[in-house]
């Protein structure tokens, strides 16, 4: 096992791998920016070490300094959490050049999975439910109205390198395909320096679903269920769900089985998290793989009762994975929301300086968060400043437990979100569990109304 894990990130996610590591027994290091010098993440790890200004491409994103940082602290691995460097090749490559244990995937897995189309082409073959799309990149207007053609309108256009919603473009008839085409390619470009793009059919209101999975380095893989991520706004999730209401026990081991299939064909090692759009007919289409723990891996926590972060720190030191497949059970229902530092209605972030923050526990509540009182919240960084997580028996319960914690949460100084989602918890089709990808739309902004001409 390790002996010392630096911790590539800040905020909750800092806090929850140091939580793993000190139930693990293993001395924690911390980085940080110079505007989180106080933060708790610093407080509570072994030793601390800055890494440069707020700018997150001299802290956070800078490989070198986090190297360095690992090299003078003694680190044996290092814990990328979610964002930043987390899905970085690259930082996993001067990982095992420099004899660093990356806790993810081996660089050439995250590669492959990075690329969308590589990832579509992988999957595809290894049998998993794909929409009909192009089978690579596509590299002209002729080539994909031919392609879109094929496969019928409506169609979208998506950045090989992409994820999160950038260089994406609807089509929904030929004459739009030329321009969307070129916009995409300049987007993706602009955003992550590789322009190229693929083609897939549309799907209008699909579900946002996705399956965690656990590999280790002895061949075994496993999943640990389904969560529904349907309810976000501009690709950032805001509430997800575990289980489903619209997958079965035997949806969830016909699917699970089917990824965990997947993932052992690519070699998959870690944590992942197999992304898949879900139709009002219950079919699956295959989306991405994420090659990090993510945001809301809690809700899997809740109903499996599986610390993913200390497997995530096992498999990676290279022990087995220490149940099977039939050992994993899914108890009662799972909520998390999504606590943002942002006005909840025009979503403008709110920084500032938080003077009371209390959220209270209880029966099935959980709270990830590196928040508290008198703590600044940075304008350099994502604007999540709390997880809250509730259990329950089942999907009524933690839905009520998730809207008491929230209505006697004090917290002081900045706007949240915490009103929005009240909203959606009383909301008829979110109790109701009637989901999709347009669940948001109705909570949009108001647009503003025209101004009235100036009279002299
Ligand atoms: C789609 C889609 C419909 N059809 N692909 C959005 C982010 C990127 N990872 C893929 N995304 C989508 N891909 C096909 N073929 C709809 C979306 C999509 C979406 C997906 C999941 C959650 C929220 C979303 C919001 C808008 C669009």
């Known amino acids: 096992m390790f002996k010392k894990i630096l911790i590539a990130n800040r905020g909750e996610i800092a806090l929850r791998v140091i939580f793993a590591c000190r139930e693990l027994g293993i001395k924690t290091v911390a980085v940080f920016s110079e505007p989180d010098e106080s933060s708790l993440h610093v407080l509570f790890a072994d030793e601390h070490i800055c890494i440069g200004p707020a700018r997150s491409a001299d802290s956070y994103l800078n490989v070198p ?102 260089g994406m473009r609807i089509v929904k008839t030929p004459p739009d395909l030329p321009h969307a085409f070129k916009t995409a390619q300049r987007e993706a470009e602009a955003a992550f320096g590789v322009g190229d793009v693929y083609i897939e059919k549309y799907l209008d209101s699909p579900r946002h679903i996705e399956f965690q999975v656990l590999g280790d380095h002895h061949g075994n893989v496993l999943h640990l269920g389904e969560r529904e991520c349907s309810i976000q706004r501009r690709h950032q999730k805001l509430l997800e769900e575990s289980p489903s209401v619209a997958v079965t026990d035997k949806v969830r081991r016909r699917m699970g089985g089917l990824v965990a299939d997947a993932a052992r064909a690519v070699q998959y090692t870690n944590a992942g998290t197999f992304e898949f759009l879900m139709d009002e007919k219950g079919n699956f289409f295959f989306m991405e793989v994420n090659t990090r723990v993510q945001v809301e891996h809690p809700v899997t926590e809740m109903v499996t009762g599986i610390d993913i972060v200390k497997e995530q720190i096992r ?35 709110s920084p500032g300086v938080i003077h009371a923050f209390s959220l209270p526990g209880g029966p099935g509540i959980r709270i990830d968060t590196a928040a508290h009182s008198e703590c600044t919240i940075s304008p350099y960084y994502d604007s999540m400043i709390a997880k809250v997580i509730a259990h329950g028996r089942d999907r009524q319960e933690s839905i009520a437990r998730m809207k008491r914690t929230l209505e006697m949460a004090v917290i002081q100084g900045i706007r949240t979100t915490i009103p929005l989602h009240l909203k959606i918890l009383s909301d008829p089709d979110f109790i109701a569990g009637r989901l999709s990808t347009h669940f948001m739309e109705r909570y949009q902004p108001k647009p503003k109304a025209a101004p009235l001409a100036e009279t002299a």
């Not at 044996?76 to 899905?87: K, M, N, Q, T």
């Not at 244990?101 to 794909?130: N, Q, T």
């Not at 009662?332 to 909840?344: F, K, S, T, V, Y």
């Open 65 to 166: 300094r986090i190297i360095s940082a690992a090299e003078i602290t003694g680190a044996d691995a290092i814990h990328p959490g979610y964002g930043f460097l987390s899905e970085s090749a690259y930082l996993a490559e001067v990982c095992e050049a420099c004899h660093i244990r990356f806790i993810g995937p081996d660089p050439s897995v995250i590669r492959l999975l990075g690329d969308k189309a590589k990832a579509r082409r992988a999957m595809k073959k290894a049998g998993v439910p794909m929409l009909p799309g192009s089978d690579g990149p596509i590299e002209s207007e002729e080539k994909a109205l031919k392609t879109a053609k094929e496969i019928g309108y409506p169609v979208i256009i998506k950045a090989v390198a992409g994820g999160g919603g950038r």
């Open 315 to 349: 498999i990676a030191a290279g022990e087995r994975l220490s149940f099977k497949q039939s050992e994993v059970t899914f108890t009662g229902h799972a909520l998390e929301c999504r606590i943002n530092a942002e006005d909840p209605e025009t979503f403008v972030p």
